[in-house]
């Protein structure tokens, strides 16, 4: 595969009329697809592993918020990156996640061809699927590439999209004392 792709990008690069032989492009092929797979490394992680037994008791049952999570993904629909940060809380019901592993899952998910709709639910059903918390919420804030270099060539514009579980989607009193606290 790791020769299939370098292929394709050789492939690329000579269909933009460039030479690949050329000083500058000679060793592209190769770190474009040592990248492009870095850059997709999420489909290679399953949650379970990613976990790795981080899931302890815990009789607390107070929100835990980890927020401004970078994340770097790339856009199904263009290959371009977008970029953000991600703010995740959930209400525990006995169990608790290891703090990096939550930084972890959103990275598992985030390293994909992804729309940030999708991306967003994603990260709250796996926590949802970790823990069995009363509740999970998931904000994500991102700057789209796609937007910013090409098409419409907006830099300022920000999407915001979240996902909402359990006591975060029905009581309105958790989903604002969340959405107050990541945005101190």
Request: a positive charge.
């Amino acid at each position: 595969m790791q020769n299939v792709m370098e292929q394709l990008f050789s492939q690329l690069i000579q269909a933009l009329g460039e030479d690949v032989t050329r000083e500058g492009l000679v060793d592209t092929p190769r770190r474009a697809a040592a990248a492009f797979r870095f850059l997709n490394s999420g489909y290679n992680q399953r949650l379970e592993r990613v976990l790795n037994n981080a899931v302890f008791e815990a009789d607390t049952e107070d929100m835990v918020i980890v927020k401004d999570i970078e994340l770097y993904s790339l856009c199904e629909h263009h290959l371009l990156p977008f970029i953000g940060k991600c703010h995740v809380a959930y209400l525990p019901k006995g169990k608790v996640i290891g703090l990096s592993k939550v930084a972890r899952i959103v990275e598992m998910y985030a390293r994909r061809l992804q729309i940030q709709e999708r991306l967003t639910k994603q990260i709250a059903d796996a926590i949802q699927t970790a823990i069995n918390p009363a509740g999970v919420a998931v904000v994500i804030e991102a700057k789209h590439l796609c937007m910013m270099m090409r098409g419409v060539e907006k830099q300022n514009s920000v999407m915001t999209t979240s996902s909402m579980l359990g006591l975060f989607r029905k009581q309105i009193s958790t989903r604002s004392e969340f959405l107050n606290l990541i945005n101190r």
